[in-house]
């Protein structure tokens, strides 16, 4: 029985441990959501590559052009990055590519059953729910920076520290059933709209910092 379970403790190993042997797994945070990451150094001490994916939801409320609105952020995304460790330190360069499904939910709030739209006012029951989103293309390239022991063969711990900019570009919608019936409404929630999307654009260039904690094998 014990020679049994020797023998397939030697398989096992065998099997599984060239397949996990320095790869690392971590979980972390950040801008953009609550996240794992998988990583594996490919030239030690110098050179690794990363998989990760993020998800998590944000709520604020925002005015523009008078309407009161809740936009709701919700992170989902996943990104192939390559750090490069000019030092042979812990500070690495990044660079990558995301794939950005992050969008976020519009949805106005009106006040004692009026929307304010751009300065015309209209009753909630004769407009209906004003709803939008701000949607991103799915790819967005990612360079910068970091502190990390990713590249290390040896196992233990690991941790990394990373700062950077994601670039995307936003397309906003924004609708109420009323408008197909008011000219005058649709004009204005068509300002409105172009209002959030010009907002949603001083974030084409998305700041990124992230902290993640794990284990090398």
């Not at 460790?85 to 950005?100: E, K, N, Q, R």
Request: charged share 15%.
């Amino acid at each position: 029985m014990i020679r049994a379970l020797a023998v397939g403790g030697l398989i096992i190993s065998a099997v599984f441990v060239p397949v996990w042997a320095g790869v690392g797994v971590s979980v972390g945070a950040g801008t953009l959501g609550v996240g794992a990451t998988l990583s594996l150094p490919l030239v030690p001490d110098m050179f690794d590559a990363r998989l990760l994916a993020n998800g998590g939801r944000l709520t604020r409320h925002e005015t523009a052009n008078g309407l009161n609105y809740r936009a709701r952020a919700h992170f989902r995304n996943a990104a192939l990055l390559a750090d490069i460790y000019p030092f042979h330190g812990v500070f690495h360069l990044t660079a990558g590519v995301y794939y950005d499904d992050n969008h976020v939910d519009l949805t106005a709030t009106s006040v004692n059953g009026y929307y304010d739209v751009n300065g015309y006012t209209v009753p909630t029951s004769a407009v209906g729910p004003i709803k939008g989103t701000v949607t991103y293309q799915r790819f967005a390239p990612y360079l910068g920076f970091g502190f990390s022991n990713d590249a290390r063969m040896r196992p233990g711990f690991a941790y990394a520290v990373d700062l950077g900019v994601m670039w995307d570009r936003p397309t906003t919608t924004l609708n109420a059933p009323g408008a197909a019936s008011n000219p005058a409404l649709a004009v204005e929630l068509a300002s409105v709209r172009a209002q959030i999307e010009q907002q949603a654009c001083r974030l084409r260039a998305y700041p990124t910092a992230s902290v993640s904690l794990g284990y090398r094998f």
